[in-house]
């Protein structure tokens, strides 16, 4: 089946770096897609979302970007600090409401 | 404001044994969801509500699974008789209700099966 997914299961940024976490989906009627992170004993924390009609989104320290024509996602976290440091996800909203989630990349910042 | 809350936070029980794991969404949302998380991996679908009504069960693994939301608020999930692998976190979202909204998560119930 479709599913959405991440490349890199871990990455280790120096503090102060700027962090680029990857993902890739397959679903093509997904028209909505959404970047969470996770520290340990939490629930996920929406970080920031893209829909389909943009190719680029910027938050706080951070920005997202879709590829649809490869079907990439990815997260930049601009001068990672070490509140960074969580699991990171994407999810997809497919082509109906409950999301589908990839495996997530773990950040751990170095000081 | 509120965000989701879910109780307990923790939850211990043995093979056989049934609970409910209960879930208050975001004041004024109307779609809540379900999802399970088990560890290392990202968290998986279970049920879906829009209002007092289940719009999508299709994630539920078996009949032991059952969740309401009698009033299109509070929802609880109920589990009969758990085994060792329904060991989860158990995560609750809600939204306010169009299919592209932002689901905001509760921060889960462990729940550990001896």
């Known amino acids: 089946g479709e599913s959405v997914g991440l490349h890199l299961p871990t990455l280790s940024v120096q503090e102060g770096d700027n962090s680029i976490i990857n993902c890739a989906y397959s679903?093509?009627?997904?028209?909505?897609f959404i970047w969470y992170k996770q520290e340990s004993g939490k629930g996920p924390q929406f970080i920031i979302d893209?829909?389909?009609?943009?190719d680029k989104r910027q938050g706080q320290r951070v920005t997202v970007l879709l590829n649809k024509t490869v079907k990439h996602l990815s997260l930049q976290i601009a001068a990672t600090q070490p509140g960074d440091s969580a699991v990171y996800f994407c999810?997809?909203?497919?082509?109906?409401?409950?999301?589908?989630f990839g495996a997530g990349t773990t950040v751990t910042v170095r000081a | 404001g509120a965000g989701v809350s879910q109780t307990p936070s923790n939850k211990v029980t043995e093979k056989g044994k049934y609970v409910e794991l209960r879930c208050d969404p975001i004041?004024?949302?109307?779609?809540l969801y379900w999802y399970r998380q088990s560890l290392g991996q990202g968290p998986e679908f279970l049920i879906y509500?829009?209002?007092?009504?289940?719009?999508?069960d299709s994630g539920l693994p078996n009949d032991r699974f059952f969740a309401v939301r009698p009033e299109g608020s509070v929802s609880t999930l109920k589990i009969q008789r758990t085994e060792r692998g329904d060991s989860a976190v158990y995560l609750c979202?809600?939204?306010?209700?169009?299919?592209?909204?932002?689901?905001?998560f509760g921060p889960g119930t462990r729940l550990t099966v001896l």
């Open positions: 004041s004024g949302h109307t779609a």
């Open positions: 999810a997809e909203n497919g082509d109906d409401y409950k999301l589908s």
């Open positions: 679903n093509s009627a997904s028209d909505y």
């Open positions: 979202a809600s939204s306010s209700g169009t299919r592209a909204d932002t689901q905001y």
């Open positions: 893209i829909r389909s009609n943009m």
């Open positions: 509500f829009q209002g007092t009504g289940a719009a999508d």
